[in-house]
């Protein structure tokens, strides 16, 4: 036994070489001739490995199972054209190429070389017209309707894997498992053409032997024509036969493989029976048909036979199938009884989803992927969108419906709390007015929910005259999508809690451990550092450069702890990235200043105690200093900038506290925030 399996292991190791000194002495077999014992025995490896392959591809229970398949496919193929070549060199030399040929001609013409000739015609076009071109048309078709779907595999393992589905190992795997499904159809597609190839190569291969063999049989063997087309159409016949069977066998293990639609966990023969013999109405159908088709006047022993045979499988398919439905049931009702004796389980009814959007049952549809709702696809751009502009990793985004909603709203809560919402109108499009547009397109007024926009719904068919008239023209799903987007803009620092900021740094660990390492613990604990995140994510500071604000985090947590000096140092190193996306094309920032009287009453307002700052104005100069700006913020909105606050350092964190309730996303920037070459440009003042 042990040195049987070191011999198997032996072969198994060396197998690189058996292969290819097999592919090497097949390209000579079309060279050099081969004996008549040798090719007897070469043929008989021909039909055995034919057999294999198709009875492998029968018992796999999935296409990528048998990947090895278009190459080897290949390989027979040459083998297969080899031995061709070798046994007409003999028949054309000798006028016998072995007794496997010959024995298949004589069974095959069964004493007339007439009706068997007929009888392999007809196997030839099977295996070019019926089998080669089906199985060739099958693989073009799944090769290309598997890169087609190749987009939508991996958007859908991504979305899993953003979900927490599935982790980044089996997205990495399902990941290479699609890009083999792609390769292996493609390889299919082309090596489908060798089959076709191989078939055309047989017909002119034996039109070659039976007329060159006629052609020497008389002219050079002095035969009498009947002797000659005798003896040549039973060594054409008989080394047709021997090529065909094969091919018909590869050709048929082709078409098998190429035709699996799902991968399951059971091989072609369990699947047919299980799929033909779970219907017992189909079959008790067919047992009747059969039956009358006998008393018509067919013949009655093969009709009844048959009909008995189906309606006893019907009876007992339908047997099996109420016993197991009984026991099913059974075993439901076991489980309900053991369900209840069970004390409740509270704890899943405490959990809180980060993140929800509610929808009434009218905009199901638009989470339906049958259909042809996209929502779902948008959500996940959504969590990537968030990830590259402000460098937080989302929690999945739970999506149900709400039955006590409105059936064309949605709600989008945070925490179980609503924080926004809307209604849509599925068969409308939402048109929303640049300004510059004239008001002529017919609708149904309404807010875009996610900017306070005015803006209409309109019919898809005034969709193209919308656009054409210069409104921003979107899908409710757009519509949604945006909202969503802009809701989690506005709450990030909410959404970000301590345990995400932990994995945000045992991600930053992995590459950049000695920043993470002197500042936590040591300096600052992981909520500190929370806390200083959500406060850059309040004014929209992407932290998706973790690395520099830990960096500056640890440059001055020894001499402060104060959460919003810390903020004020982190945005200092952060300048450039903030001050880019307000500058324009010309690197100037416009900018409204404050008084140096406004700065002043700001800083004789701020209060200092042990659980941090703030800022206490009068309400009277508050009220003023409200007024200046607004109209400043006005001012600079008509002229198409971004209202942007200037003021100095120790002024800004305290002058965006005291205006976030008027104007929220209002940009505060302080002096020490202008890092390269920005040019200011003063749009206005703020003064009392």
């Not at 796999?60 to 080899?82: A, G, I, K, Y």
């Not at 493989?257 to 008790?284: C, H, I, K, Y």
């Not at 309400?619 to 001012?635: C, D, G, H, R, Y």
Request: a negative charge.
């Amino acid at each position: 036994m042990v040195s049987e399996q070191v011999a198997t292991w032996r072969w198994y190791k060396h197998s690189d070489i058996v292969v290819a000194a097999a592919v090497i002495g097949m390209v000579v077999m079309m060279v050099i001739p081969v004996p008549t014992m040798l090719l007897d025995f070469l043929l008989t490896v021909n039909i055995t490995f034919s057999l294999i392959i198709l009875l492998v591809s029968m018992y796999n229970n999935e296409p990528l199972q048998f990947s090895s398949f278009p190459s080897l496919l290949l390989v027979m193929t040459l083998f297969r054209l080899s031995l061709n070549v070798s046994s007409t060199r003999l028949i054309l030399l000798n006028g016998f190429a072995g007794q496997i040929i010959e024995k298949f001609g004589l069974f095959v013409l069964g004493g007339n070389p007439v009706v068997g000739f007929i009888i392999f015609l007809i196997l030839v076009v099977i295996q070019f017209i019926v089998i080669t071109r089906g199985a060739e048309r099958v693989s073009e078709v799944a090769a290309r309707f598997t890169l087609d779907a190749m987009p939508g595999k991996q958007m859908s393992i991504d979305a899993d894997l953003n979900a927490g589905l599935i982790t980044e190992k089996e997205a990495m795997e399902r990941r290479r498992r699609i890009q083999s499904e792609a390769d292996f159809y493609g390889a299919m597609d082309g090596a489908s053409k060798f089959i076709k190839g191989d078939a055309i190569a047989a017909i002119v291969i034996v039109l070659i032997n039976i007329i060159g063999g006629f052609v020497i049989g008389i002219l050079q063997r002095k035969m009498t024509v009947l002797e000659s087309l005798n003896t040549y159409t039973i060594l054409t016949v008989g080394e047709g036969l021997v090529a065909q069977i094969p091919a018909l066998l590869i050709s048929t293990a082709t078409g098998i493989t190429v035709t699996r639609a799902a991968s399951s966990d059971v091989n072609l023969g369990q699947e047919f029976s299980t799929q033909l013999m779970n219907r017992p109405r189909a079959l008790g159908i067919a047992a009747g048909g059969l039956a009358l088709l006998a008393v018509l006047g067919m013949p009655p022993v093969p009709f009844l036979a048959l009909s008995a045979v189906l309606g006893v499988t019907a009876y007992a398919v339908k047997r099996v199938q109420d016993q197991q439905k009984t026991a099913m049931l059974e075993k439901e009702k076991d489980e309900e009884v053991e369900e209840i004796r069970k004390p409740e389980n509270v704890i899943s009814l405490i959990q809180v989803d980060v993140l929800e959007l509610e929808m009434g049952y009218s905009l199901i549809p638009l989470v339906d992927v049958n259909q042809g709702g996209d929502l779902l696809d948008r959500v996940v751009m959504i969590r990537r969108q968030c990830a590259l502009e402000f460098g937080i990793v989302l929690p999945p985004i739970r999506m149900r419906d709400n039955m006590q909603l409105k059936p064309n709203s949605y709600v989008i809560k945070i925490k179980g709390v609503e924080v926004a919402g809307g209604e849509l109108m599925l068969d409308h499009y939402l048109a929303m007015s640049s300004g510059l547009t004239e008001d002529g397109i017919q609708g149904i007024d309404t807010v875009e929910p996610a900017f306070g926009l005015p803006a209409k719904w309109i019919p898809a068919g005034l969709r193209e005259q919308a656009e054409l008239a210069g409104y921003t023209v979107v899908d409710p799903s757009s519509v949604v999508a945006t909202h969503l987007t802009e809701v989690i803009k506005s709450h990030a620092h909410e959404v970000l809690g301590k345990q995400d900021v932990q994995n945000l740094l045992d991600h930053i660990k992995k590459t950049h451990p000695a920043v993470v390492e002197e500042l936590v613990p040591g300096l600052l604990t992981v909520g500190e550092v929370q806390k200083v995140l959500a406060g850059l994510l309040k004014e929209r500071v992407s932290i998706r450069d973790l690395v520099s604000i830990l960096e500056s985090l640890a440059d001055h947590a020894r001499a402060t702890k104060d959460i919003d000096m810390l903020i004020e140092y982190v945005r200092q190193a952060l300048a450039r990235n903030i001050v880019k996306q307000y500058v324009d094309s010309t690197d100037t920032l416009h900018v409204i200043t404050l008084d140096p009287n406004v700065e002043q009453i700001i800083r004789d307002s701020i209060q200092y105690t042990e659980y941090g700052s703030y800022v206490a104005v009068d309400p009277e100069k508050t009220q003023l200093i409200f007024k200046s700006l607004t109209a400043n913020v006005e001012q600079v909105s008509a002229k198409g900038y971004q209202p942007v606050i200037l003021c100095a350092p120790v002024v800004r964190i305290y002058f965006k506290k005291l205006t976030e309730r008027l104007i929220p996303n209002l940009v505060v920037l302080s002096y020490n925030e202008l890092a390269g070459k920005v040019n200011v440009q003063s749009l206005g003042v703020v003064s009392i």
